[in-house]
């Protein structure tokens, strides 16, 4: 059974539905206003593989999560763009499908979006005020009230001193814009300012919008109810955005809100923060035009523990291509062993879960905290054991289907091993010359000759025996 660290209770626990049929789970999704980074898909990535693992290992899933298309980046931006705030979130909504389909991520079973959601907010907010929890102040926007919860800070592990400590820098920066009665109070309803333009909507409190925080405790009420099993989104919405929803939900709803939480940590680029302004915020289309397909970024993003920052590299995305050229060669071995044609559909496995066979140990690894880095090793370890010992014809079809039970745990697709590309011949002269350069420690001609080699489109990776050759 699946094991997972709960950042509410800082310990490992076994992920089980509470009705022990169906694992009923929300995630925070994409803000569209944009293409969705390389980060935002780490987060996605790995909800997806938690996904996967709970449906293979038995349970049924209700996997929500919601589109924030209605805040102050989608309504800034598609004024830039001089278009409706629909149209525009749709263009970028679109987008995000069609990324999350090349990375392999199963679609949501709901995806309720903020904006179609309104009724749904407002009543939360009025339940709010009338069980005295939030307050609307005289510009017409709405707090809530953080002193009337004394729960507050709890997932986030904030002690008193340094909610105190909060409280006074907030005080700093919001008390110019905000009229509140406790600095901390965060704002459930917005009242309208001129410049969110005709995006508004009607309310007892007067025009405005919703808080971001809200949307999420009314999607999570009206599909998953007020007691739900796992909530899940990248660390930094631990704080705030997640505090926000449990006391909003708990305080509007009552029951226990999300029974277990699954944070993933930060894909790093080059060592450091991705960002807009330092140039180094990757999509998969920036990646797609150096080359590097989506199922070698999945790969990268699958081949860090969630636990730990992760740091992207084009390297790493170089490794990641020739270790899917590497499973796809052993997959072929395997499968022609086996006497099979086509791989099995993910569906096909989730409803005959076959035993993992050789790969039982890289499930484990799954299982215990979602280790896909120690489960991508024991895949690895599994293949070379099958070059000193191939299994015997009548074990090949088990090890074949293991090794696709696991392959579609982590939801790697894998390139047909018949289309990996031979080098040509000037590529190979030029890898040639580059290893005598080495050999001879001359590393500035050897990295003159691997520049070389990327603008004709060829990665270099060198290993123990020589180099190998990859196509960008
Ligand atoms: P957003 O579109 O900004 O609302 O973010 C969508 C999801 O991506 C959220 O769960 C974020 O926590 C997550 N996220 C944002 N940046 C990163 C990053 N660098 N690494 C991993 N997850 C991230
Ligand atoms: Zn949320």
Same mark, same amino acid.
């Given at each position: 059974?699946?094991?997972?660290?709960d950042?509410?209770?800082?310990?490992?626990?076994?992920?089980?539905?509470? !009705?022990?049929?169906?694992?009923?789970?929300?995630?925070?999704?994409?803000?569209?206003?944009?293409?969705?980074?390389?980060g935002?898909?780490?987060?996605?990535?790995?909800?997806?593989?938690?996904?996967?693992?709970?449906e293979?290992g038995?349970?049924?899933?209700?996997?929500?999560?919601n589109?924030?298309d209605?805040?102050?980046?989608?309504?800034?931006d598609?004024?830039?763009?001089?278009?409706p705030l629909?149209?525009?979130?749709k263009?970028?909504t679109?987008?995000f499908?069609?990324?999350?389909q090349?990375?392999?991520?199963?679609?949501?079973?709901?995806?309720?979006?903020?904006?179609?959601?309104?009724?749904?907010?407002? &009543?939360?907010?009025?339940?709010?005020i009338?069980?005295?929890?939030?307050?609307?102040?005289?510009?017409?926007?709405?707090?809530?009230?953080? /002193?009337?919860?004394?729960?507050?800070?709890?997932? /986030?592990?904030?002690d008193?001193?340094?909610?105190?400590?909060?409280k006074t820098?907030?005080?700093?920066?919001?008390?110019?814009e905000?009229?509140?009665?406790?600095v901390a109070d965060?704002?459930?309803?917005? &009242?309208?300012?001129?410049? !969110?333009?005709?995006?508004?909507? /009607?309310?007892?409190?007067?025009?405005g919008?919703?808080?971001?925080?809200?949307?999420?405790?009314a999607?999570?009420?009206?599909?998953?109810?007020?007691?739900?099993d796992?909530?899940?989104?990248?660390?930094?919405?631990?704080?705030?955005?997640?505090?926000?929803?449990?006391?909003?939900?708990?305080?509007?709803?009552?029951?226990?809100?999300?029974?277990?939480?699954?944070?993933?940590?930060?894909?790093?680029?080059?060592?450091?923060?991705?960002?807009? /302004?330092?140039?180094?915020?990757?999509?998969?289309?920036?990646?797609?035009?150096?080359?590097?397909?989506?199922?070698?970024?999945?790969?990268?993003?699958?081949?860090?523990?969630?636990?730990?920052?992760?740091?992207?590299?084009?390297?790493?995305?170089?490794?990641? =291509?020739?270790?899917?050229?590497?499973? =796809?060669?052993?997959?072929?071995?395997?499968?022609?062993?086996?006497?099979?044609?086509?791989?099995?559909?993910?569906?096909?496995?989730?409803?005959?879960?076959?035993?993992p066979?050789?790969?039982?140990?890289?499930?484990?690894?799954?299982?215990?905290?979602?280790?896909?880095?120690?489960?991508?090793?024991?895949?690895?370890?599994?293949?070379?054991?099958?070059?000193?010992?191939?299994?015997?014809?009548?074990q090949?079809?088990?090890?074949w289907?293991?090794?696709?039970?696991?392959?579609? &745990?982590?939801?790697?697709?894998?390139?047909?091993?018949?289309?990996?590309?031979?080098?040509?011949?000037?590529?190979r002269?030029? &890898?040639?010359?580059?290893?005598?350069a080495?050999?001879?420690?001359?590393?500035?001609?050897?990295?003159?000759?691997?520049?070389?080699?990327?603008?004709?489109?060829?990665?270099?990776?060198?290993?123990?025996?020589?180099?190998?050759?990859?196509?960008?």
């Amino acid at each position: 059974m699946l094991h997972l660290y709960d950042t509410q209770t800082m310990e490992l626990r076994p992920v089980e539905a509470e !009705d022990g049929r169906q694992l009923r789970f929300y995630c925070c999704g994409p803000t569209v206003y944009g293409p969705a980074h390389i980060g935002n898909f780490r987060t996605f990535v790995m909800q997806d593989v938690f996904r996967r693992v709970v449906e293979l290992g038995g349970l049924r899933t209700k996997h929500v999560r919601n589109l924030t298309d209605v805040d102050d980046k989608t309504i800034r931006d598609s004024q830039k763009a001089g278009m409706p705030l629909a149209g525009f979130t749709k263009i970028w909504t679109d987008k995000f499908h069609a990324d999350c389909q090349s990375l392999n991520c199963l679609p949501p079973h709901v995806e309720p979006s903020a904006v179609a959601h309104i009724p749904e907010q407002i &009543a939360m907010v009025a339940e709010l005020i009338a069980k005295g929890y939030a307050y609307a102040s005289e510009d017409g926007s709405v707090y809530f009230r953080i /002193s009337s919860f004394p729960e507050y800070g709890r997932l /986030s592990h904030l002690d008193r001193r340094e909610l105190e400590l909060g409280k006074t820098a907030n005080a700093r920066a919001n008390t110019d814009e905000y009229e509140k009665d406790s600095v901390a109070d965060f704002v459930l309803w917005k &009242a309208h300012k001129p410049e !969110d333009g005709e995006n508004f909507w /009607s309310s007892p409190w007067g025009d405005g919008r919703p808080g971001w925080h809200l949307e999420c405790s009314a999607m999570t009420h009206k599909y998953l109810g007020e007691t739900f099993d796992l909530h899940s989104g990248g660390i930094d919405l631990i704080f705030p955005h997640h505090e926000n929803e449990i006391a909003q939900s708990l305080c509007a709803c009552g029951g226990h809100f999300a029974r277990q939480w699954f944070h993933i940590a930060h894909l790093l680029v080059n060592g450091g923060k991705m960002s807009k /302004s330092l140039g180094n915020m990757f999509t998969l289309r920036d990646l797609e035009s150096k080359g590097f397909s989506a199922a070698a970024l999945r790969y990268t993003l699958v081949g860090g523990h969630y636990r730990r920052p992760l740091n992207f590299t084009l390297t790493s995305m170089a490794d990641a =291509a020739a270790a899917l050229e590497r499973l =796809a060669r052993a997959e072929k071995e395997l499968r022609q062993a086996a006497g099979e044609r086509e791989a099995p559909s993910y569906r096909h496995l989730v409803q005959t879960r076959p035993e993992p066979a050789s790969f039982q140990k890289a499930w484990e690894s799954l299982n215990d905290d979602l280790n896909t880095p120690e489960a991508l090793g024991c895949v690895f370890s599994a293949l070379k054991s099958f070059r000193l010992h191939p299994p015997a014809p009548e074990q090949a079809k088990a090890e074949w289907l293991g090794l696709h039970f696991i392959l579609a &745990a982590l939801g790697l697709v894998l390139p047909d091993p018949d289309t990996v590309a031979e080098a040509p011949e000037n590529i190979r002269r030029l &890898a040639e010359e580059r290893l005598a350069a080495r050999k001879a420690k001359n590393w500035a001609a050897s990295d003159a000759l691997r520049e070389k080699m990327a603008l004709l489109g060829w990665l270099v990776k060198d290993g123990r025996d020589g180099y190998e050759l990859y196509r960008q």
